[in-house]
């Protein structure tokens, strides 16, 4: 599919018709890629309803893709599929905030005390290389099959990515610009307001960008260990069902939130960082 | 009468002391710059041009010997000191009049004060039109201008410039030239222009002081006796320009051969 993408865009006779359609401009792609990626779509679902039977491989190795629609409108209405997405979005979405928060915050706080950072900086990179995920079970351990381990595995995958993003705009702000604010007798506060902070703009939506598709993870593998609600605790049911058309409607429903998460995180992106040059 | 600025027997070295990897960049370097005055410092790269900026600033202090401002020794940044880099140091996120206001927040005056200030230094450079954009819709001319109305914009008495000019293209520099030698002249600042330009030493300045390669220190100081301090074009066509740039160029080589 992106080999499709690319070969069309390369040819400057697109360039035109792309400024022109207004819904395929958003997305940056002319009509011509558009189509392109809606064959790929058709020809990929052909693919999917008509091999696996002719091959005679059974629903619970691979449902068609009617199977999985079917399957689908039946979650909706037997087991709550909206619910438990509107339960695993919520947690994804409440993980990524507190976990972006914790980790800009400690970001910035070990970016103004080098000391600190000097310290601590073995701890951290030990926790950002352990697997976040296997911490899941514990969690379990200790607040029980809620939502909490979900919130917490997710608040740990965020959280990582923002500091690190956060700390080293920290470290690579323009000293140039640091002593112009010092020249001008500004204080140490107001000049991580005016200078560090909107510096780091870029790197921390850069982190936040990394975080909002961790976050899916995150919340995926919480309620997949334990819970008994939301997206990941669907997927265990479905294959303690052999259910296999359920887990492929899970996993589609986790890539629809981890879209829309990243989908706003890029929005507010453009919005706040608009005195960048886009070409 | 006190001149502006006094560097008396400055001498800085970076490093511990006693460590085999301690660099003197300038050593026994003294001149002044009176009120009013323009003065270039020219020298071969890695001669200090911006350790004495930064020591003048306020930023760190010498080794040895003293920084005057007004006969008051220079302990840490004073808020009479304008400071100008090659870099244009715009704040990318604020627009041409929230950069030009940039220096006037640590002062104690109402935001009305502020804008109007800044509205009168864009004015000034006419930019006046550009107040709402953002840097990246400026060229770098425009930019370096709207950096000096930031650096107006704070009523200095002295005003340091490092190679203001050295990143624009040629034809920008001579426009650049002009329209800031107009403004210096007008508002009577005590200035430092620090360049590696010989040229543009002699067509802005009063008076050139010329330092040895590393470590600087002081090996010639003229005055530039030509007319039109505030238009730098016409001075450049005397033909008296061309022996002091000549003057230049003859001391500078003997310091390198020296080095």
């Excluded at chain 1, 068609?64 to 399957?71: D, H, K, P, R, V």
């Excluded at chain 1, 939506?205 to 598709?213: D, E, P, Q, V």
């Excluded at chain 1, 990941?232 to 492929?248: P, S």
Aim: charge should be positive; glycine fraction near 8%; aromatic fraction near 8%.
């Amino acid at each position: 599919m992106t080999m499709a993408i690319d070969d069309t865009a390369a040819r400057p006779d697109t360039a035109a018709p792309r400024r022109r359609a207004s819904l395929a401009a958003l997305i940056g792609l002319g009509p011509r890629d558009l189509a392109l990626i809606l064959a790929v779509a058709l020809v990929a679902i052909a693919a999917w309803e008509f091999v696996p039977p002719a091959l005679g491989v059974s629903r619970y190795i691979i449902p068609t893709f009617s199977q999985c629609l079917a399957e689908f409108g039946a979650m909706v209405t037997r087991d709550n599929l909206f619910g438990h997405t509107l339960h695993t979005l919520g947690t994804a979405v409440a993980g990524f905030l507190l976990g972006s928060a914790f980790g800009a915050a400690c970001g910035y706080a070990l970016g103004l005390s080098p000391l600190a950072e000097r310290t601590l900086s073995p701890y951290i990179l030990a926790l950002q290389i352990a697997p976040k995920v296997a911490f899941a079970p514990l969690f379990i351990m200790w607040f029980g099959y809620t939502f909490v381990p979900g919130l917490l595995v997710t608040m740990l995958v965020v959280f990582f990515p923002i500091l690190v993003n956060v700390l080293q705009s920290m470290k690579t702000v323009d000293r140039d610009l640091v002593n112009l604010a010092r020249v001008y007798h500004m204080s140490r506060f107001a000049i991580f307001r005016k200078i560090e902070l909107p510096s780091s703009l870029p790197n921390l939506f850069a982190g936040l960008r990394i975080g909002s598709t961790l976050a899916v993870i995150g919340v995926t593998v919480g309620e997949l260990v334990g819970g008994n609600s939301g997206l990941g605790f669907l997927i265990t049911y479905g294959e303690g069902q052999a259910n296999t058309a359920m887990v492929f409607n899970a996993i589609g429903m986790l890539t629809v939130i981890g879209i829309a998460l990243y989908a706003v995180v890029a929005r507010l992106e453009t919005r706040v960082l608009h005195w960048i040059r886009r070409s | 009468m006190t001149p502006k600025l006094e560097l008396r027997g400055v001498a800085k070295a970076f490093g511990e002391k006693g460590s085999p990897t301690r660099v003197t960049a300038v050593r026994d370097l003294s001149f002044t710059v009176a009120a009013g005055e323009l003065v270039a410092v020219v020298g071969p790269s890695g001669c200090g041009k911006s350790t004495i900026l930064n020591m003048v600033s306020g930023l760190y202090g010498p080794s040895e010997g003293a920084v005057l401002i007004d006969g008051a020794e220079v302990k840490g940044p004073r808020s009479e000191v304008g400071f100008m880099l090659q870099k244009d140091l715009l704040l990318p996120w604020r627009t041409v009049i929230e950069n030009v206001e940039f220096g006037l927040e640590t002062r104690k005056l109402p935001k009305a004060e502020r804008r109007r200030i800044a509205r009168a230094e864009l004015r000034r450079i006419r930019l006046e039109e550009f107040a709402d954009s953002y840097p990246y819709q400026l060229s770098g001319g425009m930019r370096q201008r709207v950096a000096l109305a930031r650096t107006l914009a704070i009523s200095p008495e002295l005003v340091l410039l490092d190679e203001p000019f050295s990143a624009l293209d040629a034809q920008t520099k001579l426009v650049l030239q002009k329209s800031f030698s107009r403004t210096l002249s007008e508002s009577g600042l005590s200035c430092l222009l620090i360049t590696h330009d010989l040229q543009e030493a002699v067509i802005m300045s009063d008076r050139v002081v010329v330092l040895s390669g590393r470590p600087g220190t002081v090996v010639d100081t003229f005055a530039v006796d030509l007319p039109h301090r505030d238009d730098p074009l016409a001075r450049s066509t005397l033909p008296a320009t061309q022996a002091y740039v000549k003057r230049l160029f003859d001391t500078l080589h003997i310091a390198e051969g020296a080095a």
